[in-house]
């Protein structure tokens, strides 16, 4: 199956500093991508949605230019936290979207584990 | 706009026992519907999907979802749970045309020996 993959798995920057998360599709190509962010014991919340070749697409609330969105590939998305802080503390998830027949699903990363000091 | 609720935050159930997760969604037409299950400190992954026809979903792991119109559910359920069952399970809803999705809550499954 599909598999996508996130790297890196964990990271622990200080504060004001930037930190990059890469998303990638492993096994097959993904014009659009998405980034959500999940706070401990809650749901998903879409930050994002990544499309290759163009400006990202973010969710009310979220901010564009802390939230660095890249998606240069068909294979490749990356999310940049500029000038972190400790709430940016957070388990942000990637997706990728393939076509299953008449619909798209999503598959999704294993996550990055982000700690802000 | 779609949305989707999960009405039981935490259950727990006994090795063995039958399990059954409510989803409710709400949306203008007939949903693209996702029952994903995460682990501690990792991603989803996905157990079934229902875009249309049978109204009985089978999905991995011996899972099994019934799309319901008239009651707008999406309940998961499985006939004998495992104690590998233990984990977070969420219910996503995706609109027609709309490439996002949307999750519920999601609901923390224990099973107990």
């Known amino acids: 199956g599909a598999v996508v993959s996130q790297h890196p798995s964990w990271v622990i920057c200080k504060s004001g500093t930037s930190v990059k998360i890469e998303c990638r599709s492993l096994d097959f190509q993904a014009t659009t991508m998405f980034w959500y962010r999940q706070f401990p014991k809650q749901s998903l919340m879409l930050m994002a949605t990544s499309n290759e070749g163009s400006k990202a697409t973010y969710e009310q609330g979220v901010e564009k230019d802390k939230f660095l969105i890249n998606h240069a590939s068909l294979t490749l998305s990356t999310l940049t936290v500029t000038s972190a802080h400790p709430e940016d503390s957070s388990f942000y998830i990637c997706?990728?979207?393939?076509?299953?027949?008449?619909?798209?699903?999503?598959?999704f990363g294993p996550g990055t584990r982000l700690t802000v000091t | 706009a779609q949305s989707v609720t999960q009405p039981d935050i935490h259950i727990t159930v006994s090795e063995g026992a039958s399990l059954e997760l409510r989803c409710n969604y709400s949306?203008?037409?007939?949903?693209?519907l996702f029952w994903y299950v995460q682990s501690p400190g990792q991603g989803l992954q996905l157990l079934l999907k229902?875009?249309?026809?049978?109204?009985l979903v089978q999905g991995i792991k011996g899972f099994e979802a019934e799309f319901k119109r008239s009651q707008s559910s999406f309940n998961l359920r499985k006939p004998s749970v495992h104690w590998s069952d233990a984990a977070e399970y969420f219910c996503a809803v995706e609109g027609f045309g709309n490439e996002k999705l949307t999750f519920g809550t999601g609901t923390r499954l224990t099973i107990i020996p």
């Open positions: 997706s990728a979207r393939e076509l299953a027949g008449v619909v798209y699903e999503q598959y």
């Open positions: 229902y875009f249309s026809g049978d109204t």
């Open positions: 949306y203008g037409a007939t949903p693209y």
